[in-house]
C-alpha cells in the first residue's frame, strides 16, 4: 500500500477540509497465537469527521473490531500488541498515552459500545451506580447532577419509566433496553467518538430499528462521529455516509455509501451484495441461487503474498496471487485495493 | 462507561475470531501437541509433572534404588543421623530411612491410583445416571449423594475402616469411598451441561438408545474436567490414607507406607527427628506435585483454548 | 414437488407447550409460560415452511417440541396421518428417522469427541440402515452431497471451518432419507457468503430429494428466499399464515408489516422510506398482556384488542391472520 486513502483523501481536497475528529493511520495489530503469529489489522487507515458515520464492514476474522478495541487501547496484551500506526485524536497519538491518560479519554471523548449489552455491564451493580460513576469521573458533576444526567440521557434514548430503571440491575432488564442504556451511557459524557462495534447484531429486528434510529438522532444532535463495525449490508445501507470494506485484515475498499452499493469496485464487496438475500424476491423457490464465494477466509497466521482474496475470486489472475494489489483510487471518492477491478463486468454484484 | 465495563478479554474468546486467528484446518495430532505444550508452558505445571515422573519411576525401580530392603532390621546402628552410608538416617530398628521412603513411594501409588479409581469410577457412573435420567432416579440418587456429601470425608473413612478392619487395603477402599460423593457431583454437574447441549439434542432426535446417549455422548465429554479432579484428588487421597495409617487404621508395621512411618517415629521425634521429617517430606512433597498438575491441565484444558 | 392428495405430511393441531416457571428459594413453581400456545399449521410433502419470530416467540420450542424434544403440553402431532404427540421414546425412536433436525450453533451441535464420519453415520447406525461398510460408503455419498470431501470424513469437528460443519450437521439429517427436516435458525450464525451457500444448499437438496423443510428464523430475508409459505409469531401464538407472497406483499397482520418494514434493506436508495416504528419491547412471555398479545406495541389496536383475543381467520383466500381489525 502506497498511499492511504486517508492521506490522499487530504492531500487533494482543499485547504477548507476540516480536520477529521479521529484518524488512524497504518494501524498493525498482531496476536501470538499456538500456530504462529496473527496478523489480525494489517495497514489499517481510515479518517473520520464530526456528524458522520463510517460504517467497517467485513466478515468474522476481518479485523474489524480488533481495529476500534486497537484504538481504545483494550488489546489484551498479552496474546495482543499493537506493532504498528498512529491514532490522532485531539492532536495526540492515543497509542502513546499511558494507561492512565487513556482511562480519561475512554468513554468520556471516545465511547464504545459492544454487541453484547449483557456483558458489557457489570451484573452485580444497578444501573445507576454504573451510569454515575462514569459521569462524575468525566464530567466533574455533583452526585445529585450526575444522576441528573443519567436520567436525562435514559429519556433521550427512550426508555420508559427512566427512574426505575435506574435502581434495576442488567439482569433485570432485556437485551434492547440494556443496549439503549449502553448507547445512554456511551453518549453521556458527549463524546466525539463512537464506535460502535454490532451494536443491533444480537437484538430483534424491531427492536434494532429502534437502536438504528436513535444513533441517527443523537448523531445529528451531537454531531458525534460515528464508527459502526458491522457485517450486516441492510445496516450499512442504512445508516453510513461512508464505507470501508475489510477483508482478513486490510482495507480492501472504500467510498461513498452509493458507490459502495452501487458500483463496488472489488470483486469481494460485489460477492457479499450478491449473498444476501434481498427482501421483495418474489420468483418460485428456488429460481434465483445466491451468489457463494467458494472457499475460506486465509488463517491469519499464514497469509498469502499477493491478493488475500486471491484464492476465492473468479477474477483473480497470476498478477493477483504473486503480488498485493496498490490501494487506489478509481473513481472519484472511491478506493480499491484490486488489480482487475477495471475489468469487472457492468452491475454491482456478481 | 467506566474500565469495569470493560471485557477486554473477550477478544480472544471471541468465537468469531479464534477460528480464524488459529487457522482454518488443524489436526488431531495436533491438537494433542498443543495441550501438552499448554501443559508445560507453565511452569508449576511441568514441575509437578516432573514431580510426579519422578515419583512413578521411584516406584517403579525402587528395589534398585534402595540400597536396603525395606524390611532389614540393623541395616545400620539404631537411630543414626543421616549421613554418607545411609542418607535419612535410620530408625528404631536401624532400618535404613532412605529405602523405606523409597519403597513407600510403591505404597502412595497404589493408594492414589486405587483409592481414586473407586471414587472415580463409582462416582462418575452415579453423577452421570442421576444427570442423564432425570425424574425420580436423579432425586434419590442425588439426594443420597447429598446426604453422604454432608459428612467429612475423614468421617466416612473412619466408619468405613472400623467395618472393615485396618489395614493398607481397607484404607485404600475407604479413601475411595469416602471420596465418592465429590466426584459423583462433579460428574452430575457436567452430565447437566453436556445433556443440554444441541450435540446431546440432536443425538436424541436422531432416535439414539439410552445406552449410546450414555456412553458415546456423554461419557466422552465428561472425562477431561473429571481427570482434572481426579489428579488433584490424588494428593488427596495420598493424604487421607496416611492420615488414617497415622492412627494406626491403615498400613499397620512394618510396612513402610509414609503415614504409618510418621506415627511410629513419634516417639522418637526429640531424638531422631528424621524419622518423621523424611516420611512428611515425600507426602508433601507428592502432594504439592499432583496439585501443581492437576491445575496445569485444568489451565490447559480451559474451554477457551479446549474449543478451539 | 409432488404434493400427495393423501393430506400433509405434518399437521400440527393446537400445539401447545408450557414451562413451568420456578421462583423463590424453594424453586416451587409459580407460574406456567405459555411458550407455544394453541398453535396449529400443515406442511405438505416437498414444501419449505418458514416460521419467523422475534427472539422468545416459542418459534424454537415449535419445532422441538414437535421432535418432541420437549414433551407436549396439549394438541396433536400428526406425521403421515399418524398422531406421534403421545407416543413413548420407544415409539418415537421408530419414527425418528422420518423427522430429522439441523441446528443453529455449528460449533455445539456436533459431537466433539466423534468424527464427522462417525456423526453422519450415528443415525444410519441407530436405525440399522447400513451394514458397516455400507455405512461409510453411505456417508461418503452424503458428504459428496451435501459439498464436503469425502477423503476429511474421519476428521474432528473443530478441524472444519463453521460452514463446514452445518453441511455435516445437514449431512447428517440427510442420511437416513427423511421426509422432512426441521432447520433451527441453521444459517443465522454463518458469515453471509457462508450462509448464501447454505441455503443454495438446502433447496437444491429438496429439489433432488422432496424432502420438506420447518425453516425456523428470525431472519425475514432469507425465510422469503427460501420458504413455500411463511408463518408469523409474537408470544407463542400464530398471527399470520400463508402463501410467502401473500405475506410479503400484502401483510394482514400489523406485527407482520412492522416486522417487515424493520429489516433494514441493503440499498443506500431506499434509506428514507417512512417506516413502522414499534414502540417499547416485546413482553415477558411469562406474563404476556391479555388479549391480542401484540396490543400493547400495535399502531392501531382499538379497546376489544386489549380484552379479546383474536382468532386465527382467514381474511382473504388462503390468507389466514389473526387481528380483530383486518
Given amino acids: 500500500m502506497s498511499t492511504t486513502a486517508a492521506e490522499m483523501e487530504t492531500s487533494e481536497s482543499s485547504q477548507a477540509e476540516i480536520t477529521p475528529t479521529l484518524r488512524v493511520s497504518s494501524l498493525r495489530a498482531e496476536f501470538r497465537t499456538d500456530s504462529g503469529t496473527a496478523i489480525a489489522v494489517d495497514g489499517m487507515s481510515y479518517d473520520v469527521h464530526a456528524g458522520e458515520t463510517l460504517a467497517i464492514v467485513g466478515e468474522s476474522g476481518s479485523g474489524k473490531s480488533v481495529t476500534s478495541l486497537a484504538i481504545m487501547g483494550l488489546i489484551p496484551n498479552p496474546p495482543g500488541r499493537v506493532t504498528a500506526g498512529e491514532v490522532w485524536f485531539e492532536n495526540h497519538d492515543l497509542l502513546k498515552l499511558s494507561e492512565r491518560e487513556m482511562q480519561k479519554i475512554r468513554g468520556n471523548k471516545v465511547s464504545m459500545i459492544f454487541q453484547e449489552p449483557m456483558t458489557s455491564l457489570n451484573p452485580v451493580l444497578s444501573i445507576e451506580r454504573q451510569m454515575v460513576e462514569g459521569i462524575i469521573e468525566h464530567l466533574d458533576l455533583s452526585p445529585h447532577a450526575a444522576r441528573q444526567h443519567a436520567l436525562d440521557m435514559l429519556k433521550r434514548v427512550h426508555i420508559p419509566d427512566p427512574e426505575s430503571r435506574l435502581s434495576e440491575f442488567p439482569h433485570q432488564l432485556s437485551g434492547g433496553m440494556l443496549q439503549r442504556i449502553m448507547i445512554a451511557m456511551a453518549l453521556s459524557c458527549n463524546p466525539m467518538v463512537l464506535l460502535a462495534d454490532e451494536p443491533t447484531t444480537a437484538l430483534d429486528v424491531t427492536i434494532q430499528a429502534q437502536i438504528l434510529n436513535i444513533m441517527c438522532d443523537l448523531r445529528d444532535e451531537f454531531d458525534t462521529a460515528i464508527v459502526l463495525i458491522t457485517h450486516d449490508m441492510g445496516v450499512v445501507a442504512e445508516m453510513a455516509d461512508r464505507v470501508i470494506i475489510m477483508y482478513a485484515g486490510r482495507k480492501v475498499e472504500e467510498g461513498t455509501v452509493t458507490n459502495i452499493f452501487q458500483n463496488p469496485q472489488h470483486p469481494y464487496t460485489r460477492g457479499l451484495l450478491g449473498a444476501l438475500p434481498k427482501l421483495g424476491f418474489a420468483g418460485p423457490v428456488g429460481s434465483q441461487t445466491l451468489n457463494e464465494i467458494p472457499g475460506i477466509v486465509p488463517a491469519l497466521t499464514d497469509l498469502p503474498a499477493g491478493c488475500r482474496f486471491a484464492a476465492r475470486c473468479s477474477y483473480a489472475t497470476e498478477q493477483c496471487v504473486a503480488q498485493y494489489p496498490p490501494f487506489e483510487e478509481k473513481t472519484t471518492a472511491h478506493w480499491a485495493a484490486c488489480w482487475e477491478s477495471a475489468n469487472l463486468p457492468e452491475g454491482n454484484q456478481e | 462507561m467506566t474500565d469495569t465495563n470493560v471485557q477486554a478479554t473477550s477478544v480472544v474468546a471471541d468465537p468469531e475470531i479464534r477460528p480464524v486467528i488459529n487457522g482454518g484446518q488443524r489436526s488431531g495430532r495436533g491438537r494433542t501437541i498443543r495441550f501438552m505444550q499448554a501443559v508445560f508452558g507453565n511452569r508449576g505445571a511441568a514441575i509437578g509433572f516432573i514431580l510426579v515422573l519422578t515419583l512413578v519411576l521411584v516406584a517403579i525401580f525402587a528395589s534398585w534404588i534402595a540400597p536396603f530392603d525395606s524390611d532389614q532390621m540393623g541395616a545400620g546402628k539404631r537411630l543414626s543421623p543421616p549421613d554418607a552410608s545411609h542418607w535419612f538416617g535410620t530408625d528404631e530398628f536401624g532400618r535404613d530411612m532412605f529405602s523405606r521412603v523409597v519403597f513407600g513411594a510403591r505404597l502412595t501409588i497404589q493408594v492414589g491410583v486405587i483409592a481414586v479409581s473407586i471414587s472415580l469410577t463409582i462416582g462418575m457412573l452415579l453423577g452421570l445416571i442421576g444427570g442423564y435420567a432425570g425424574g425420580w432416579l436423579e432425586k434419590i440418587l442425588m439426594r443420597s449423594v447429598d446426604v453422604l456429601f454432608s459428612f467429612t470425608e475423614t468421617l466416612i473413612a473412619l466408619a468405613a475402616v472400623a467395618v472393615l478392619g485396618p489395614s493398607l487395603t481397607n484404607a485404600m477402599i475407604a479413601v475411595g469411598i469416602a471420596a465418592i460423593p465429590f466426584y459423583a457431583r462433579v460428574a452430575y454437574s457436567v452430565t447437566l451441561v453436556e445433556r443440554n447441549r444441541p450435540y446431546f439434542e440432536a443425538a436424541v432426535a436422531a432416535g439414539a438408545g439410552h445406552m449410546r446417549l450414555l456412553f458415546r455422548h456423554l461419557l466422552p465429554n465428561i472425562i477431561p474436567p473429571l481427570i482434572v479432579v481426579a489428579t488433584l484428588g490424588v494428593s488427596a487421597a495420598v493424604l487421607a490414607a496416611a492420615g488414617l495409617s497415622f492412627l494406626g487404621l491403615g498400613a499397620q508395621p512394618p510396612s513402610p507406607e509414609w503415614g504409618a512411618m510418621l506415627s511410629s517415629g513419634r516417639d522418637y521425634f526429640n531424638r531422631a527427628p528424621w524419622i518423621m521429617l523424611y516420611p512428611g517430606l515425600a507426602i508433601m512433597i507428592t502432594v504439592l506435585a499432583f496439585n501443581l498438575l492437576g491445575d496445569g491441565i485444568r489451565e490447559a484444558l480451559d474451554p477457551r483454548q479446549r474449543n478451539t | ?326
Fill in chain 3, 1 to 326: 414437488m409432488n404434493t400427495l392428495a393423501s393430506g400433509p405430511l405434518l399437521k400440527i393441531d393446537r400445539l401447545s407447550k408450557r414451562f413451568p416457571v420456578r421462583g423463590g428459594v424453594l424453586r416451587r413453581v409459580v407460574g406456567k409460560v405459555n411458550a407455544v400456545d394453541d398453535v396449529s399449521f400443515e406442511i405438505n410433502r416437498g414444501e419449505t415452511l418458514g416460521l419467523v419470530g422475534e427472539s422468545g416467540c416459542g418459534k424454537s420450542t415449535v419445532g422441538k417440541t414437535i421432535l418432541k424434544l420437549h414433551e407436549p403440553s396439549g394438541g396433536a402431532i400428526c406425521l403421515d396421518g399418524k398422531d406421534i404427540s403421545q407416543y413413548s421414546p420407544r415409539q418415537m425412536r421408530g419414527v425418528r428417522r422420518k423427522l430429522q433436525i439441523v441446528f443453529q450453533d455449528p460449533y455445539s451441535s456436533l459431537n466433539p469427541r466423534m468424527t464427522a464420519a462417525d456423526i453422519v453415520g450415528e443415525p444410519l447406525a441407530i436405525h440399522g440402515l447400513a451394514h458397516r461398510r455400507d455405512q461409510r460408503q453411505r456417508v461418503a455419498e452424503m458428504f459428496e452431497r451435501v459439498g464436503l470431501r469425502p477423503d476429511q470424513m474421519d476428521r474432528f469437528p473443530h478441524e472444519f471451518s463453521g460452514g463446514q460443519r452445518q453441511r455435516i450437521s445437514i449431512a447428517r439429517a440427510l442420511a437416513v432419507d427423511p421426509e422432512i427436516i426441521i432447520a433451527d435458525e441453521s444459517v443465522s450464525a454463518l458469515d453471509v457468503s457462508i450462509q448464501a451457500s447454505v441455503i443454495n444448499l438446502l433447496i437444491r437438496l429438496q429439489q433432488q430429494t422432496g424432502v420438506s423443510f420447518l425453516f425456523i428464523s428470525h431472519d425475514m430475508s432469507v425465510i422469503e428466499h427460501i420458504s413455500h409459505r411463511v408463518a408469523v409469531m409474537y408470544l407463542g401464538r400464530i398471527v399470520e399464515i400463508a402463501e410467502r407472497s401473500k405475506v410479503f406483499a400484502h401483510p394482514l397482520h400489523p406485527y407482520t408489516e412492522a416486522l417487515l418494514s424493520a429489516v433494514p434493506v441493503p440499498d443506500p436508495a431506499t434509506r428514507r422510506k417512512k417506516r413502522i416504528l414499534l414502540s417499547g419491547d416485546v413482553p415477558s412471555p411469562i406474563k404476556p398482556p391479555p388479549g391480542c398479545h401484540f396490543h400493547t406495541r400495535c399502531p392501531i389496536a382499538e379497546a376489544r384488542c386489549r380484552i379479546d383475543v383474536p382468532a386465527l381467520r382467514e381474511i382473504a383466500p388462503g390468507h389466514m391472520a389473526a387481528c380483530h381489525l383486518r
